[in-house]
């Protein structure tokens, strides 16, 4: 089974070593493809290692 897992703002800064500010700059200047959930929450398509860096997400361990 194919499950797609999303981290929040605050998951991707701390996997990046960097602010959320960050993050959020990332995210609007459309370097890290994001989906809006509710009103002004976002997440990121976290991905395995092995999917390689086009698969449009943030690597993460699965």
Do not use: C
Request: glycine share 12%; net charge positive.
């Amino acid at each position: 089974m194919n499950e797609v897992a999303f981290l929040a703002v605050a998951e991707v800064a701390s996997v990046m070593s960097v602010s959320k500010m960050t993050v959020y700059r990332l995210v609007n200047s459309g370097h890290l493809p994001a989906i809006r959930v509710g009103r002004g929450n976002w997440v990121v398509r976290a991905r395995r290692r092995a999917d390689g860096p086009g698969s449009g997400g943030l690597g993460a361990q699965s």
